[in-house]
């Protein structure tokens, strides 16, 4: 299948007065289409800088693509104008945000901040418009549709705000949605809800979803891939049961290690990773992740090429982790193994049994 | 919201009470009273107490106030040191003009201020926004009579472009009334200006931060994620939420405009009651200047009030109770 | 985890609220330096305060600068053979006024007047403003109800109203009694700024720790809430030094402040008044030395804002 998305390249910079932040430094990755890929990583990792340079919605200045291309159904992205943009944003690319609370302008009707997508890319007008924007607000899971349209979005609900937020992302049927952690600010049982719906419309529409999160619970239900990302880099990407069965490079085994397991009570212990993410001003050369690295080795000052370690699966790391005298050399250095448990990630059930 | 605006209502009948007791006592301290003024040179002690007399000045300060205060209650305010009229009709007789002059400076400044904030917001750091930048400094900072006093200067006295003094030229019965109109606009311009220089110069630099700020939230982002164009986002999101704060600056700094009605209209001879009260002060009509005086409080404070009650109508987030 | 610290923290409280450490001294002088740097970077603020300092100085500096052109005091001495309402000349860089006068000698001199009547007003109401607003904010009861009611009152008068009122009241024409009047109407933005400090201040631990100590509440007040207020108090006095040399002005020209033959830029204005027509010069100087100076005093106080604000975003 060809790829509906291509980012090949790409760097994305902010100039400050105390210096630039290469905040996506040489970003590569393709999405097919009806695929669903996880971009995972902590704040400051770039990730959220990747996905809203896709739709170029990053203010210049400070911010500025300095190379690279993001090819969509075979245009670059990267050279289009902004009026061309205009049609593609919202229209085949949308896009859902991390808080629902102050990403809806608190002093306009939901209706009408739900109307105006439908009008701008679906053409429509008057009562059409308005029995799908209702429509809309249904097929998103928001009971009362019909009465609540002419709310405010103080009179809604952190969850169902963020439905509105769906809505209108999907008002104009995206060929490509991204989502940039769009449970993060919600209630854990309201989180479950929020990404049930978007897995749902993914099937339902054969959307292409890229979905942004810090947190590995939250992608492992519903995506097809997972690309790890550190300090503007992508560290590694698999397929998301290879990335949680087989992790390749130092920080995702130490993302994992991270994350509570329901089935894991008791047979490993919850770390963190030591050390703090880099200083986006003053990135240490090579490998960033080196400092907090357990694995570091000299050649760690020169960044790692991308090695092909299974199928559909990279890591950018010198260090061959799953090689015993790694392990041994790393436990020296504070490192706990994971050991293997049972069952699978919290999420994961959840599609599976569907 | 009713009871909220009864509540307040209350509040400011209080505060207008106490500033009377206060204003009362602090203008019937007025050394060399009204008495002086009417005086002609050279007469008798004995005409000087009947003067004093006939005013009531000669009773307890205390017996003035509460014949004042039953006189308002009744809606008599008094009757003016000067002509003997009620001081109603000499106050009522100069709002026409005042009104004129405040609803014709609040539109400019309005206009004016809206369109160099947005101006300056939307182009943060260019040339038009420094030049912009030093306006509002210079409006600021300027002492407003004296603004007055260049502008006669330039366009009366030397271009002899404008007229500076009063509301029309003395003599408009050969007028038709197209030409009557215009009499009356070449009129307001220097004086509208003038009145409004202040508001102009920190309204604009007001809303041009409370655009920046606005630029900044996260459902600008969105709109722009909608593919809406820069107008769009700018003119329906952005302006629409930083005019919530803009409008009761607005509204609050509108009820201090008397201020600069008294300067505006004393030095252009505007026959309003900013001038009214310029005259009052000097002959120490005493009436008249506590009448103005408690006029001036209740216009601050019913301003205060709109603040309040404009913010919950434009901003939906905002019930009182 | 606040529990466990606990036993900790009264400790620290107590040492905070002792005299200065050599170690907080040296905190202390740190913060003053990175205010001044960020403050130094802020060009209009320091252009500000090179062209003040030039004013003030060429203020003080008045009787020596003007001395070759009359007798000590050439504001109010009308030279022997005058010129009348001489052009500007190399003798007389503003020319001469309706008697003779060197205008520049009489802008200098009322410079003096004009600054001297916008400081010290200003000290005036930043006294009364703080020690109010202390009151009120340390307090509470109806010590606070009673003055944020007068304050409320105030402020709900036009500034200018009450200050001509006040004037015609209080006001014999010296420079006392205008410094009198201008203090007395600018207090209230400062009392509430320091009552608003006492009230957020006065349950912090330091401060409990300190009265467990047996400090007096005056030397409470003073020693420990005041620095913290600093920062508003000052920017909002250097604020209202240009407000008060306007107000001086406007009170003077309208006739109810200074009069002639002394001189301020408000009585130079209000005499210019019969030479309007003819010499405008006597209009357009006076004036726009005020504008000057009272420029400056907006872009240092806004300067300082923005040096003595950490929450403040960088511009």
């Known amino acids: 299948m060809a790829p509906i998305l291509e980012v090949k390249g790409l760097k994305t910079h902010f100039r400050t007065r105390d210096g630039t932040i290469k905040a996506v430094n040489g970003v590569t990755f393709d999405l097919d289409e009806g695929e669903t890929v996880g971009i995972v990583g902590e704040s400051g990792s770039g990730k959220s800088v990747t996905s809203l340079s896709i739709l170029r919605l990053l203010p210049t200045p400070p911010a500025e693509i300095t190379e690279g291309e993001i090819v969509f159904e075979g245009e670059d992205l990267v050279s289009m104008d902004e009026r061309e943009l205009r049609k593609i944003r919202g229209g085949k690319i949308a896009m859902i945000f991390q808080d629902p609370i102050s990403s809806l302008n608190p002093v306009m009707r939901i209706g009408d901040q739900l109307l105006e997508p439908i009008h701008l890319h679906l053409g429509l007008k008057g009562d059409v418009a308005y029995r799908r924007a209702i429509e809309l607000l249904r097929a998103v899971g928001i009971p009362d549709a019909e009465r609540r349209i002419r709310g405010y979005p103080h009179e809604f609900s952190g969850g169902m705000r963020q439905r509105v937020m769906i809505a209108i992302a999907i008002a104009a049927n995206p060929k490509l949605l991204i989502a940039d952690e769009p449970t993060t600010a919600l209630d854990v049982t309201v989180q479950a809800q929020i990404l049930e719906l978007i897995g749902k419309l993914r099937r339902d529409m054969k959307t292409s979803v890229v979905l942004i999160t810090h947190d590995l619970g939250v992608v492992a239900g519903i995506t097809d891939r997972i690309l790890v990302m550190y300090a503007g880099h992508i560290a590694e990407r698999a397929p998301t049961g290879e990335l949680f069965e087989n992790p390749r490079h130092p920080y995702t085994l130490g993302l994992l290690a991270s994350v509570p397991r329901l089935d894991d009570v008791g047979v490993n212990e919850l770390q963190t990773i030591p050390g703090a993410p880099p200083d986006m001003l003053n990135p240490p050369s090579g490998c960033p992740f080196q400092p907090r690295c357990p694995f570091v080795i000299d050649k760690c000052s020169t960044y790692p090429p991308e090695v092909t370690v299974g199928p559909g699966h990279k890591a950018a790391c010198w260090v061959d982790v799953t090689a015993p005298s790694e392990i041994e050399r790393a436990k020296q250095r504070g490192f706990l193994p994971l050991r293997p448990v049972g069952g699978s990630f919290i999420g994961e059930t959840r599609d599976s049994v569907k | ?321 | 985890m606040d529990i466990l610290q606990q036993p900790d923290a009264p400790q620290d409280a107590r040492a905070a609220a002792l005299e200065l450490t050599p170690d907080l001294v040296r905190k202390r002088r740190s913060q003053l330096r990175i205010i001044f740097d960020r403050f130094v970077r802020n060009r209009a603020a320091v252009v500000g305060l090179v062209i003040l300092s030039s004013i003030i100085l060429l203020a003080i500096l008045a009787p020596i600068l003007t001395h070759k052109t009359a007798s000590f005091d050439p504001a109010n001495t009308i030279p022997d053979n005058p010129q009348l309402l001489a052009p500007p000349s190399l003798a007389h860089p503003f020319g001469t006024d309706e008697l003779g006068r060197d205008s520049f000698a009489r802008m200098l001199f009322g410079a003096q007047v004009s600054l001297l009547v916008g400081f010290t007003s200003m000290v005036f109401a930043m006294l009364i403003g703080a020690t109010l607003g202390a009151l009120a904010g340390y307090y509470g009861g109806w010590v606070d109800n009673t003055l944020m009611r007068v304050v409320d009152a105030m402020l709900a008068l036009p500034y200018l109203l009450l200050l001509f009122v006040l004037s015609i009241v209080f006001s014999n024409g010296s420079v006392g009694s205008v410094v009198f009047i201008i203090a007395i109407l600018a207090w209230p933005p400062t009392a509430r700024i320091v009552r608003g400090e006492f009230l957020s201040l006065k349950h912090r631990e330091f401060l409990l720790a300190t009265r467990t100590l047996g400090a007096g509440d005056f030397r409470l007040m003073l020693r420990h809430i005041l620095p913290n207020a600093a920062g508003p108090i000052i920017v909002n006095a250097t604020l209202l030094v240009g407000l008060n040399i306007i107000n001086e002005s406007v009170l003077s020209f309208f006739g109810f402040g200074l009069t002639p033959p002394q001189s301020s830029w408000g009585v130079l204005l209000g005499q210019s008044q019969t030479f309007f027509g003819t010499d405008p010069w006597m209009l357009y100087l006076p004036g726009f030395a005020i504008l000057i100076t009272v420029l400056c005093f907006n872009l240092i106080g806004d300067g300082l804002r923005d040096a003595l604000d950490p929450h403040m975003t960088q511009r």
């Open chain 2, 1 to 321: 919201m009713r009871r909220y605006i009864i509540r307040r209502l209350l509040q400011a009948v209080l505060i207008l009470f106490m500033l009377s007791i206060g204003l009362f006592g602090l203008i019937h301290a007025i050394p060399g009273g009204p008495e002086r003024v009417y005086l002609a040179p050279r007469q008798t002690a004995a005409a000087r107490q009947a003067i004093i007399h006939n005013l009531g000045l000669d009773q307890p300060l205390h017996i003035q106030y509460i014949k004042w205060l039953g006189g308002v209650l009744h809606g008599d305010l008094g009757t003016s040191f000067t002509d003997n009229q009620p001081v109603s009709s000499d106050i009522f007789s100069r709002f026409p003009a005042t009104i004129e002059l405040f609803l014709s400076a609040l539109l400019f400044a309005l206009v004016i201020s809206i369109i160099f904030g947005v101006t300056a917001a939307t182009r943060q750091y260019s040339l038009t926004d420094y030049t912009l930048t030093i306006i509002s400094y210079l409006g600021i900072s300027l002492p407003v009579f004296w603004f007055a006093l260049i502008l006669q200067q330039i366009f009366g006295v030397q271009m002899r472009m404008l007229p500076v003094f009063g509301q029309s030229s003395p003599d408009t019965s050969g007028f038709g009334p197209i030409e009557r109109f215009e009499d009356y606009a070449v009129h307001l311009i220097l004086p509208t200006i003038v009145l409004s220089i202040l508001f102009i110069a920190g309204w604009s630099r007001y809303l041009r931060s409370s655009m920046l700020d606005t630029v900044k939230q996260d459902y600008i982002r969105t709109a722009r994620a909608k593919g809406l164009s820069s107008r769009t986002v700018f003119f329906r999101h952005a302006l629409r939420n930083a005019l919530i704060p803009f409008i009761t600056v607005v509204a609050i700094d509108f009820g201090g405009i008397a201020s600069g009605a008294v300067i505006t209209e004393t030095v252009f001879a505007w026959p309003g009651i900013g001038y009214l009260f310029y005259d009052a002060l000097n002959d120490r009509n005493y009436p008249i200047l506590m009448a103005m005086l408690l006029i001036a409080a209740a216009f601050v404070i019913i301003c205060n009030l709109i603040a309040d009650v404009l913010y919950g109508v434009v901003d939906p987030r905002i019930r009182y109770s």
